[in-house]
């Protein structure tokens, strides 16, 4: 497992999900609340899961140059982020849009059926 993950398993969660992941949760946020396109959480994200493996590294003697620890810590990075950015948009959606839409679900919204008169 420390070969794949290129750290041990308690590093990988706790530098690559607990402090990237909220790290890549608040980039998802702030991406959305500011109306950019999803694809902008991407770049964002992949520039913290080479983060993530220079801490791994400098930190706790990790693997730097590990291709399967980046391509793990980037997928897990990027799904937070792009569930976030998924969230917030659809919040934002019914909140500033209270008349046309009603939530669906976490990640979505629907039009509003109208009333019967």
């Given at each position: 497992m420390e070969e794949l993950l290129g750290s041990s398993l308690s590093v990988f969660i706790g530098v690559t999900v607990v402090i990237c992941g909220l790290a890549s949760f608040m980039t998802g946020q702030a991406l959305a609340g500011t109306w950019r396109p999803m694809w902008?959480?991407?770049?964002?994200c992949l520039l913290l899961a080479a983060a993530n493996r220079f801490f791994s590294f400098a930190l706790f003697d990790g693997s730097l140059f590990s291709l399967s620890g980046f391509v793990i810590a980037a997928a897990v990075i990027c799904a937070i982020g792009a569930g976030a950015y998924m969230a917030t948009r659809a919040h934002k959606m019914v909140m500033q849009y209270p008349w046309l839409y009603e939530r669906s679900g976490l990640f979505s919204w629907r039009p509003k059926q109208q009333e019967a008169k």
């Open positions: 902008q959480v991407f770049p964002y």
